[in-house]
């Protein structure tokens, strides 16, 4: 636990020095500096998921399958909080990815049933809809990924929401960190496609956020395997 502790206090400290370099350039390297800083805190989160991780060791094998299966989706997302910054469609993939082994994670004890299906589906043509008509966003052709990810996003949701049958608090503390990584991907837009006239100000606060919601989601992911909370 004091592992995680600091772990999460480190990775918003590096958060907030990543976001201060991007609004304060003081040189050409100013961009590295800031991506450096970024990294730092992304590898908070796969530190938090590792010591977690092997707490996992001890556990059943169904657990240790949920928690190899989530930990594996960390790394991923910190490859792809790399990958993002270079080009957007390998970060965009590497993120698809990382959701992917969630929802196989989450397979392990959840089914798919009519009421899920009915939900995706009213959750990504809704999301689609007022998305598209938002007078914030020029998608430049993109929109589709946006549905895309919205729907992978939505499929890892509704596994997830099996977790709150059982009493542990990690279960929990694993659907709150999906709710708070799909609330940063919301946000996350303001950032790569903002409007022409959007104010550059409130598009960077809305970034900050943004990271937060995303820092904690991930963070509170790796906390979640820290202990099994299936209950037979």
Known sequence: MVIEIISGICCFVFLAFDHYFLNNP???????????????????????????????????????????????????????????????????????????????????????????????????ATFAVLDFFAPWFDFKGLFPFIVIYSAVWAFVFVKSIDSLKWKSAYSKTMVLGIVAFGISDILLQFKFFPEENFSAVTASLIFLISNSFYYLGQLLIAHSIGKDYIEK
């Open 26 to 124: 003081v040189s050409e390297c100013t961009f590295d500096i800031a991506l450096l800083f970024k990294m730092l805190a992304s590898t908070c989160f796969v530190i938090s998921g590792l010591f977690a991780f092997r707490k996992a060791r001890n556990t059943t094998p169904e657990f240790k399958k949920v928690a190899s299966l989530i930990f594996c989706g960390l790394i991923l997302g910190f490859t792809a909080d790399l990958f993002l910054e270079i080009n957007f469609y390998a970060g965009f993939l590497v993120f698809v990815a990382a959701h992917i082994f969630y929802y196989l994670a989450f397979s392990v004890y959840s089914r798919m049933n009519l009421k899920k299906w009915i939900f995706i589906l009213l959750f990504v």
